[in-house]
Each structure stands twice: as C-alpha cells, then as structure tokens.
C-alpha cells in the first residue's frame, strides 16, 4: 500500500530554515511527479511546489520563489523541500502529494511554525 511520510517540522524564528522530507513506501516514488501542499486551519491546501520524476524540472508558488527548493533523491525514496528566509506567512501545516494509479496519496503532514 501506498504511503508517505513528512518529517523535519518545527517552530523557527522569521529569518531562519528548515529542511522537510517525504518518504515514500509501498510504491516506486521515483516514477511519480511529487508536490509540497500547505494548510492553515479551515482553508484550502495551497501548492508549493512540484518536481517531476526525474528532477529536471521544479515548479513554485510565487509567494515561496527564492526562498524554497524542492530536490529528490529517488535512491532513498525521499522528496525535499529546503526552506530558507522563513517568514510567519509560512506557518502551516505542510503535506507531500503523489498521484499513484490515478488516487492521490497524502502523507500525514508536518507542522511549520515561524514565530519569534
């Protein structure tokens, strides 16, 4: 069975980084396009960035251009998104997203948190 799992959360000061992971398992994560979604309480979840199976090409929200990379490693099954010039807009919480056989599998999602 399908599964993802976000790690690397935290609570940061404005200004600062963080590195979040997704790992895939049941499944080959290396043949799929893998997006970071995030999500504040009683809103939609918002994309923030996309790769495509075999990381030649990344995709970004406007509002995370210059601040986030997104990378892979499909040797350890795991997706990144390094997040850099943190601000308090970027508190959420932040989820992986593959399409396998045409379902969307989630993983659980990791709290982001800036604050001072």
């Known amino acids: 069975q399908a599964h993802l799992v976000e790690s690397g959360g935290g609570l940061v000061q404005p200004g600062g980084s963080l590195r979040l992971s997704c790992t895939a398992s049941g499944f080959s994560i290396s043949r799929h396009v893998v997006s970071w979604y995030r999500q504040l309480p009683g809103k939609e979840r918002e994309l923030v960035a996309s790769i495509t199976a075999t990381g030649d090409s990344t995709n970004y929200a406007d509002s995370v251009k210059g601040r986030f990379i997104i990378s892979r490693d499909n040797a350890k099954s795991t997706v990144y998104l390094q997040m850099d010039s943190l601000k308090p807009d970027d508190t959420a919480v932040y989820l992986c997203?593959?399409?396998?056989?045409?379902?969307?599998?989630w993983g659980q999602g990791t709290q982001v948190t800036v604050s001072p």
């Open positions: 997203k593959v399409p396998v056989d045409y379902v969307n599998v």
